[in-house]
Structure formats: C-alpha cells, structure tokens
C-alpha cells in the first residue's frame, strides 16, 4: 500500500511515517499543502492521512484539489478538533474519514488499512430507486438526472442503502459495509455522513431515520 503522510510537525509526521513503514506500507512525507499537491500530481496514493492546519496550501484546500481531481485516492483528515461541526464540514470537503488528536497509533494503522482495502471498489450494476440512480463502476449519482457530487464515504452509505431495496439497514451494517470492522462502533460517524447525504440529495427527503433500528431508503 501506498501511503502520503502530510502534516507539518516535522516530529510527528517523521513518528507517523515510520510506524506506518513498520507495518509494512510504503511511505511518502510532506510538510506542508504545496508538497502534498506536487507530489500526488505524479504518484497514485492508496491513502492519504492530510493534516487539516497547513502551511503554505491549506489542508482543506488540498482535500478540495483532489476531490475536483477525481483522484481516486482515500484521505483520512487529522484535526485538532472532535467537534460535529468540524466533522462535518472535514466530511463535506470530501475527506473519507476523520480522526481528532491525539489518537492512538494502531487506531490510525486501522483506518489506513481500511480505507485501502477498498482503494479499488468492484463495478456492480447501477442502481436506480425513489428517483436516484447511482452507478458504482462510474461512481456518479443522479437524482430526477441531475448529477449530485457526493464523496466515497457518502457514496457507499447511499449504495447500501438502495441495495438494501426499502429494507432497513442498521448502523451496524453500514459500519460494516461502507467503513471496515476496525471502525469504533460508538463512533456517530453514520449519523454525520447521513446529514450530509441528505443534504446534498435535496428536497423532498427520501432517506428515513427509523428510530432505534437505522435507515431506509
């Protein structure tokens, strides 16, 4: 696996790179937005761990580049904060996941390896219900044909969602299908990307919450 570590203490990105190294990934390092946009201009990352507070090219404007690039690699933000609000807006940006310092290393080992395990999604048929359709191989989203620009993590929950044909889907199994195993089953990771998936598909509202038991579409 290919991993870029961006984050602008030098001492921690160095410890974060050679822990990564240790379990077997190949590391690449930049101290700042600049380089982490020089360097995925001319390498393919499986995943990219983005500090949000950089010098030079701000973390979320890194996000944003690649996300307007296509770039089919998977970023998890590092940010100071472990507020909602600041999840949210670090989901929006189109990062795929999200994890507050300080954290535990072997946490972050897990998402890394999550989040490149599914680096190369399988191409299933597309999906149409309620209006939307969704084209896995394609990764693109219409609602009534206008295109709705969502990010990875969004993109997977709405895919569970139809496949599940009007069943309900537990948060369980959407931590399951859409993160990995390794994902903190207490996390309110679900509930964030939910909003934003209903935002972003507009009114009227199709997903339903289904207190105590999940969601359906």
Do not use: C
Not at 43 to 70: C, N, S, T
Not at 102 to 127: I, Y
Not at 155 to 169: C, K, Y
Request: charged residues 30%; aromatic residues 4%; without cysteine.
């Amino acid at each position: 696996m290919r991993v870029l570590v961006v984050e602008d203490e030098r001492v921690m990105a160095d410890a974060i790179a050679t822990g990564l190294r240790r379990e077997a990934m190949a590391v690449d390092v930049a101290y700042d937005g600049a380089a982490a946009l020089e360097k995925t201009g001319y390498i393919d990352y499986d995943v990219i761990v983005l500090d949000r507070d950089l010098p030079k090219v701000h973390g979320d404007e890194v996000a944003r580049r690649l996300v307007a690039q296509r770039s089919a690699s998977r970023i998890i933000m590092l940010t100071a904060s472990g507020e909602v609000d600041d999840k949210i807006e670090g989901l929006e940006l189109g990062a795929d996941d999200y994890l507050a310092k300080p954290f535990a290393f072997m946490e972050l080992v897990a998402r890394v390896r999550a989040l490149g395990r599914r680096s190369a999604p399988a191409l299933p048929p597309v999906l149409e219900r309620a209006g939307i359709r969704l084209d896995p191989g394609k990764r693109l989203v219409t609602r009534d044909g206008n295109e709705v620009s969502l990010t990875k993590k969004e993109f997977a929950v709405l895919e569970e969602l139809m496949r599940a044909e009007g069943a309900v889907v537990s948060q369980e199994d959407l931590l399951d299908k859409a993160w990995d195993e390794h994902i903190d089953p207490f996390t309110n990771v679900v509930r964030v990307t939910m909003m934003t998936l209903r935002k972003k598909l507009g009114e009227p509202q199709i997903i339903e919450t289904v207190p105590g038991v999940g969601y359906r579409l």
